[in-house]
């Protein structure tokens, strides 16, 4: 076969197909091989200029290896050192097959790389999430080194154990599964109702939002039994997300389309919709104030949320901590308008399916 040649030559599902029986002829267990190189090929899909899923630059890379995917897929400690290998075996099957594009950087330039970027992936997670990648018991000091708990200064004793981002690390849920979940999750459809208002071009307010009587129309197509926070939190999210671009007072489709395709790429784009809400109900505006009423501890609350009996919020904890067991049950009543929470009973549940939306939600809103 002749090596390929131009933008987007090759077709990523072909490509996974082929990449699996190579690995099976060398008696190599494909699954989860063909699933980290399935995200990063998705991962790097979003890179400008980058579409070719047979073409890696040393940048790309870098780029995927060791900041997209600490930031966007949530993987645990195995996981994470596998990474570097299942690229590596990726590059010798598009150099063995005659896949590798003839104009490309060298593949014996990326041997090299792609070993040092290997043992810099759990390093950058470590780096991103504050996990050091040993269990440790809620609110315990963490190794020697090792980030502190982000919840531990802020949690109180009152609402139980610190949040253990570990727990949602740890969750794992096929692809087919969870792609099904995004494409059947309110977000999903209310995005896909956006996209559909808005079509080639739309009039908006002078800065790119919505004028009322927008909001009010946008409501009654989505969510016309209620739900108002979906307006609030999804069109500010589309934008972050490049679904939509405003400019002036036009908005229009942005730089990426939803992605309909291959469960992974659903999977992606649903987590990271899913964490542009959460991060627009959390994060701080300019004038410093937040959408949500205790933005830290409603971070806090997802996480507990995802342990197999939920989070329950204490009752009876005195009039000291009123304010605060009012307003997270307000911000988590929002959580579960917008479809990332269930209520279980007295339980909030954060599905697995969504569960990597949670610690991307924490990236984008920082500190």
């Given at each position: 076969?002749?090596?390929?040649?131009?933008?987007?030559?090759?077709?990523?599902?072909?490509?996974?197909?082929?990449?699996?029986?190579?690995?099976?002829?060398?008696?190599?267990?494909?699954?989860?091989?063909?699933?980290?190189?399935?995200?990063?090929?998705?991962?790097?899909?979003?890179?400008?200029?980058?579409?070719?899923?047979?073409?890696?630059?040393?940048?790309?890379?870098?780029?995927?290896?060791?900041?997209?995917?600490?930031?966007?897929?949530?993987?645990?400690?195995?996981?994470?050192?596998?990474?570097?290998?299942?690229?590596?075996?990726?590059?010798?099957?598009?150099?063995?097959?005659?896949?590798?594009?003839?104009?490309?950087?060298?593949?014996?330039?990326?041997?090299?790389?792609?070993?040092?970027?290997?043992?810099?992936?759990?390093?950058?997670?470590?780096?991103?999430?504050?996990?050091?990648?040993?269990?440790?018991?809620?609110?315990?000091?963490?190794?020697?080194?090792?980030?502190?708990?982000?919840?531990?200064?802020?949690?109180?004793?009152?609402?139980?154990?610190?949040?253990?981002?570990?727990?949602?690390?740890?969750?794992?849920?096929?692809?087919?599964?969870?792609?099904?979940?995004?494409?059947?999750?309110?977000?999903?459809?209310?995005?896909?109702?956006?996209?559909?208002?808005?079509?080639?071009?739309?009039?908006?307010?002078?800065?790119?939002?919505?004028?009322?009587?927008?909001?009010?129309?946008?409501?009654?197509?989505?969510?016309?039994?209620?739900?108002?926070?979906?307006?609030?939190?999804?069109?500010?999210?589309?934008?972050?997300?490049?679904?939509?671009?405003?400019?002036?007072?036009?908005?229009?489709?942005?730089?990426r389309a939803l992605d309909e395709g291959?469960d992974e790429a659903v999977v992606l784009?649903?987590?990271?919709?899913?964490?542009?809400?959460?991060?627009?109900?959390?994060?701080?505006?300019?004038?410093?104030?937040?959408?949500?009423?205790?933005?830290?501890?409603?971070?806090?609350?997802?996480?507990?949320?995802?342990?197999?009996?939920?989070?329950?919020?204490?009752?009876?904890?005195?009039?000291?901590?009123?304010?605060?067991?009012?307003?997270?049950?307000?911000?988590?009543?929002?959580?579960?308008?917008?479809?990332?929470?269930?209520?279980?009973?007295?339980?909030?549940?954060?599905?697995?399916?969504?569960?990597?939306?949670?610690?991307?939600?924490?990236?984008?809103?920082?500190?």
């Amino acid at each position: 076969m002749s090596p390929s040649e131009g933008p987007g030559s090759a077709d990523p599902a072909d490509l996974l197909a082929e990449f699996e029986r190579w690995c099976r002829s060398l008696d190599l267990d494909p699954a989860g091989l063909r699933r980290l190189v399935a995200t990063a090929l998705a991962l790097k899909e979003e890179l400008p200029g980058a579409a070719d899923p047979a073409r890696w630059s040393p940048e790309d890379l870098t780029t995927v290896l060791t900041r997209t995917f600490p930031a966007r897929v949530p993987l645990d400690a195995d996981e994470q050192r596998l990474v570097g290998p299942a690229m590596a075996l990726y590059l010798s099957f598009l150099g063995t097959t005659g896949r590798w594009p003839a104009s490309a950087v060298p593949l014996d330039a990326l041997t090299g790389l792609v070993e040092k970027l290997a043992d810099e992936v759990p390093r950058a997670y470590r780096r991103g999430s504050g996990h050091d990648g040993v269990e440790h018991a809620p609110g315990a000091e963490p190794a020697p080194g090792a980030e502190p708990n982000p919840f531990t200064a802020l949690w109180p004793d009152a609402l139980g154990p610190v949040p253990d981002l570990t727990v949602v690390l740890r969750l794992d849920v096929p692809a087919d599964r969870a792609a099904a979940w995004m494409r059947g999750s309110r977000v999903w459809g209310w995005t896909r109702g956006v996209l559909d208002w808005v079509g080639t071009s739309r009039e908006v307010a002078d800065d790119g939002g919505l004028r009322d009587a927008d909001a009010a129309e946008l409501l009654g197509r989505l969510a016309p039994a209620g739900h108002p926070a979906p307006i609030a939190l999804l069109w500010p999210a589309l934008v972050a997300t490049g679904l939509l671009e405003a400019t002036g007072d036009r908005v229009r489709p942005g730089p990426r389309a939803l992605d309909e395709g291959p469960d992974e790429a659903v999977v992606l784009d649903g987590v990271a919709l899913h964490a542009a809400v959460l991060a627009e109900l959390l994060r701080p505006a300019p004038s410093g104030t937040t959408r949500a009423r205790v933005p830290g501890l409603t971070l806090g609350a997802l996480v507990r949320a995802a342990e197999p009996r939920g989070f329950t919020v204490p009752a009876g904890l005195g009039p000291a901590l009123a304010d605060v067991t009012e307003g997270l049950g307000a911000d988590l009543a929002v959580a579960v308008e917008v479809g990332v929470l269930e209520r279980r009973g007295d339980a909030y549940v954060l599905p697995p399916e969504v569960a990597p939306a949670v610690p991307y939600a924490v990236g984008l809103v920082g500190p």
